[in-house]
């Protein structure tokens, strides 16, 4: 009797997980910027990110003006001088799990995860790849991935009197808890 009920258990968990999409509205996307005078971090805790297990489509969105900095003169200079928040509100990421064949959805545990697909920030958009963990649990799935963006490639400029202040390269790290849709 115990086992049929681990076993019913189980199955239920399977179904529930296996090929359908999972959603969360309040995913985490930090950044971080080293250069010689100066560190910025900035958190976004408003992160929206849909992910169909079965295909392996994720994508996520945030708005640019979500984003929190420890001073509030930073935040209004990423918003209006860097980012042109008013002009590109959001950013978009609209990729595909290329490896999905090695993620067992049905199975709790963590799995390395290859992302390819398109980022759009600042009103560019550019092909990217990247890697990430999929922790599955009975509670959900979480993903985490740290890659890094070039101010450059979305066309962010930076005022040379600054550019000892801002780094060139943004360490990006994302962290979303998504539960079933139901």
Known sequence: MKR??????????????????HFTKDGHISFYSEAPLEKI????KRVTAVLDSESGVIE????IKSFQFEKALMQEHFNENYMESS?????????????????????PGKYNANVAGSMTIHGVTKETET????????????????FVLLCADYE?????????????EIEVTVDVNLQPLK
């Open 87 to 107: 002009k590109f509100p959001k950013a978009v990421f609209k990729g595909t799990i290329t490896n999905l064949e090695d993620i067992d959805w049905t199975a």
């Open 4 to 21: 049929l009920f681990l076993s019913a258990i189980v199955m239920v968990f399977a179904f529930s997980l296996f090929g359908q999409k």
């Open 156 to 168: 962010i400029k930076i005022p040379k009197v600054v550019a000892d202040n801002i780094a060139k």
């Open 131 to 146: 890697t990430g963990v999929f922790t599955v649990t009975e509670e959900g799935i979480n993903g985490q991935s740290t």
């Open 41 to 44: 971090e900035a958190h976004n």
């Open 60 to 63: 996520f969105a945030l708005l």
